[in-house]
């Protein structure tokens, strides 16, 4: 899927021989990034195109979906020249119009290049929609290299999450039985191993890109997010819903550590003694109400996908039986929460060589806002985490 394209002329060549015209979607950045570029090959091949430059603060939301696709028909191509909300953008529109999309990125920001599915903002709440993975996607690696530091964190810490994600798979696996494909796991943990290991190396920004392409990959794998998103993503989308601003993978890279430290907690709790843990019964009404005040704009849409789960964690059944499950499974538990730890000065370390700070106030976050996100991120998807275990247990609020 990945192609390294030097002088796009790889790019060039495939658009040529494709029977639908390319609509290159940009934005006012990475239009002069490379944009400009590509656009002047198709001029010099008589190539027919059409190009919307989007604003430089262009978001996947409603607005930048709509307008996008009052200038897109049936016989475009998609080619998105960009980063994470171009591509985001780019993909959607490709999968609900039944369009090819090719992919340019310039940048090695996010995990999103190779996705089946693609992240939207919709009515101000990070939403996962299907969406359609690229044919191809042609990247110029000094066009990667040379990419703002910020943009290489970003990306850095959206791949520090796969190790927190991983880690939440794993305990569904064991918990809830989800289904876990192994093969999948070890790749993705690989890849991740390589990039942080490549620090300060000549080869960094390449293996972090298709580090971050492998996720979504992966992820097209396994049919859904697994491999790369799990507590970490979603603290990160309730900071974003609170309105921070800042790249996505920054959030994300911060919120690995808090989650890391969610699963250094699960090593003080003796698992093999829960019982007292049975009578816990969540307060339904209470419950709503806390959405409602949390989720002023779309508590009924919250309330809808998470009631059952909490329904289901009041049956005293089901209590008796994921009690049961995590005490005959203890050893496993506090097997994934110790190779978090393992890693948790590794990635530290890496952190400080590539200048990302796991201060979030250093980036303008403030610790009761995370604090709230750990409380709250569980509903943006419901998805069983460590945020979803400790809910079970009733100690969510201890942290």
């Known amino acids: 899927m990945l192609v390294w394209d030097k002088d796009y002329s790889k790019l060039i060549s495939y658009i040529k021989i ?5 609509f290159l979607l940009a934005d006012e950045n990475t239009y002069e990034v490379c944009g400009k570029e590509i656009e002047n090959k198709l001029k010099e091949l008589n190539i027919n195109y059409d190009l919307l430059i989007l604003p430089r603060d262009t978001h996947a939301n409603e607005k930048h979906i709509c307008k996008v696709m009052l200038y897109v028909d049936h016989h475009h191509m998609m080619v998105s020249i960009g980063a994470g909300s171009l591509t985001d953008i780019a993909r959607f529109i490709a999968y609900k119009m039944k369009l090819k999309f090719i992919s340019v990125p310039t940048a090695p920001s996010m995990d999103g290049y190779a996705s089946s599915v693609a992240a939207l903002t919709i009515e101000d709440i990070k ?19 040379n990419a703002p530091d910020i943009l290489k964190r970003a990306g850095f810490g959206d791949l520090i999450g796969k190790y927190t994600a991983l880690s939440d798979w794993k305990l569904a696996n064991i918990l809830i039985d989800e289904p876990l494909n192994e093969k999948v796991y070890n790749e993705m943990y690989k890849a991740c191993e390589n990039t942080v290991k490549s620090i300060n190396k000549p080869d960094f920004e390449k293996l972090l890109l298709e580090a971050l392409i492998k996720s979504g990959e992966l992820m ?10 799990g507590a970490e993503h979603h603290i990160a989308h309730y900071l974003e819903f609170l309105g921070y601003e800042i790249f996505h993978g920054i959030k994300v890279g911060i919120s ?3 989650v890391i430290d969610l699963y250094e907690k699960l090593l003080e709790l003796n698992l093999d003694n829960i019982d007292e843990y049975l009578a816990y019964r969540i307060d339904i009404d209470q419950w709503k109400g806390e959405i409602k005040t949390h989720f002023p704009k779309n508590s009924e849409r919250i309330i809808k996908e998470n009631i059952e789960r909490i329904k289901k964690f009041n049956d005293l059944s089901f209590r008796k039986d994921l009690i049961e499950r995590i005490k005959l499974n203890r050893h496993k538990i506090y097997a994934i929460a110790e190779n978090l730890l393992d890693k948790k000065e590794e990635i530290t370390k890496a952190c400080n060589k590539i200048g990302f700070s796991t201060n979030p106030e250093d980036w ?8 709230k996100a750990i409380q709250y991120a569980l509903y943006i998807r419901d998805r069983f985490t460590i945020l979803t275990l400790y809910q079970f247990l009733g100690i969510l609020k201890n942290f």
């Not at 494709?18 to 390319?22: F, I, L, S």
């Not at 690229?134 to 066009?143: D, G, M, Q, T, Y």
């Not at 976050?365 to 604090?371: S, W």
């Open 220 to 229: 097209a794998i396994v049919g859904n997010s697994r491999p790369a998103s």
């Open 364 to 371: 303008g976050i403030k610790k009761e806002d995370i604090k």
């Open 18 to 22: 494709q029977k639908e015209k390319p």
């Open 256 to 258: 690995t550590f808090y």
């Open 127 to 145: 939403t996962t929609v299907i969406a359609k993975t690229p044919k191809k996607i042609f990247a110029n690696l000094e066009i990667i290299k």
